[in-house]
């Protein structure tokens, strides 16, 4: 089971931090991800990281701008997301696969958080 938290209202140019904690004690065997959907869009990829070398992927998005981290002894991952844009806004999926590897397609991931809301204004 996995609960993202974090969300909320933020302007331009700030920050959150995303994070998604996990149930159960393979949470180190599984490669996590973050997606978002904005009103309207499908649900995109933004970043994963893996369980077996801790190796990240980010979308050329939000490149520069957000990180992807990962405390295996708190069963937790986390989004740290700096320089927020409006465009960024979105309901923000935390998701997990037991692949090795940081797939970007969401049906690649098994197991799905239920989302947290962001929304930054200009």
């Known amino acids: 089971q996995l609960q993202a938290s974090g969300g909320g209202l933020v302007q331009a140019g700030g920050s959150l931090r995303l994070s998604c904690a996990a149930s159960?004690?393979?949470?180190?065997?599984?490669?996590m991800g973050w997606f978002r959907q904005a009103p309207g869009k499908e649900r995109e990829f933004v970043a994963a990281?893996?369980?077996?070398?801790?190796?990240?992927k980010v979308a050329d998005s939000v490149k520069g701008r957000f990180t992807i981290s990962r405390d295996n002894a708190k069963n937790t991952v986390y989004l740290q997301m700096n320089s927020l844009k409006p465009e960024d806004t979105a309901v923000y999926y935390c998701?997990?696969?037991?692949?090795?590897?940081?797939?970007?397609?969401?049906?690649?991931?098994?197991?799905w958080g239920q989302g947290t809301q962001v929304t930054v204004s200009s």
């Open positions: 998701a997990a696969t037991t692949s090795a590897y940081y797939y970007t397609s969401r049906s690649r991931y098994d197991y």
């Open positions: 159960g004690r393979a949470f180190s065997s599984y490669t």
């Open positions: 990281i893996t369980w077996t070398n801790g190796s990240t």
